[in-house]
């Protein structure tokens, strides 16, 4: 006996399933899946020649001190202003605009102070600044 009526349903794609697997693959993907992570910037530093410069290009030393004093030349600079740098930094270069600026700063120092002394050569026209630096482990105690 055949106890169905001529109407036959019609089959259903049911997408639950479907979605609850694809799911679960994602986060299996997602827990697995290894992630370059940059912990340190790593820089290969230029290679600098040990040789003493041939020419002699004429140098103005400006030291930063902890406390954000400045001095040009071993000379002390009264007031700290971007301006008055770059009055003391013109005259110490004598309209020599191929001057170079030395920058020996205090460790302690702060980034500020030296950033004002970029500014007021760049306020003079001097465009040639380098930093001084100490080898590790030398002792700078006793030099100004």
């Known amino acids: 006996m055949n106890f169905r009526t001529g109407e036959r349903d019609e ?7 479907f979605i609850d697997i694809l799911l679960v693959v ?14 340190e910037l790593k820089v290969n530093l230029p290679v600098a020649d040990a040789q003493a ?3 002699n290009p004429r140098e ?18 009264e007031g ?8 003391v930094l013109s005259d110490a ?5 191929e001057t170079v600026i030395v920058i020996s700063a205090d460790a302690a120092a702060t980034h500020q102070s030296v950033i004002n002394v970029m500014d007021a050569a ?3 026209g001097l ?11 030398s002792s700078a105690r006793g030099k100004p």
């Open 11 to 17: 089959p259903e794609i049911n997408l639950i399933p």
């Open 53 to 55: 410069p041939k020419q």
């Open 127 to 137: 465009v040639q600044i380098t930093f001084a630096t100490q080898q590790a482990g």
């Open 26 to 39: 994602l986060i299996f993907l997602v827990l697995t899946t290894t992630y370059s992570k940059f912990t």
């Open 60 to 77: 103005v030393i400006v030291a930063v001190g902890s406390d954000g004093r400045y001095s040009i030349n071993r000379q002390l600079i």
């Open 122 to 124: 760049r306020r003079a």
């Open 93 to 97: 270069a004598q309209d020599n605009r």
């Open 80 to 87: 700290a202003s971007v301006e008055s740098l770059t009055r």
